[in-house]
């Protein structure tokens, strides 16, 4: 009983916390290719972005990171996938962040990316 208790009680709290969404996350994109497109994408979506040349395994790439809302996460990922559908990244979470251009809450995402309705 204890066992199942605890289990249950984890499982809850975790779909709480995924519903909630509360907190900063670091999105790291590494991009092989075009990325001009991309980049204005999330800036035009309200996102602050910094972007710099890397070298991956095969070659030149770029890196992309952007501090966001934890319930920004699904909109950032679209985006990163519409122009690069095979994207690599990462998310991390972030304890504390200041000083940079954060997206404002709600969602600029159907208008940038050309959605139609709701989400």
Known sequence: AYAAGFAAGNYVGLLIESKLAIGTL???AIVAGETEALVQALRKAGYGVTLFD???????????????NRKELRDVILLLRRDHPHVFYTVEEARAASEGIFHKHGTLLPQ????????
Request: charged share 20%.
């Open 26 to 28: 670091l999105v790291r």
């Open 54 to 68: 890397a070298s991956g395994s095969n070659g030149p790439v770029k890196v992309i990171y952007t501090v966001i």
């Open 112 to 119: 940038t990316i050309g959605l139609k309705g709701k989400r």
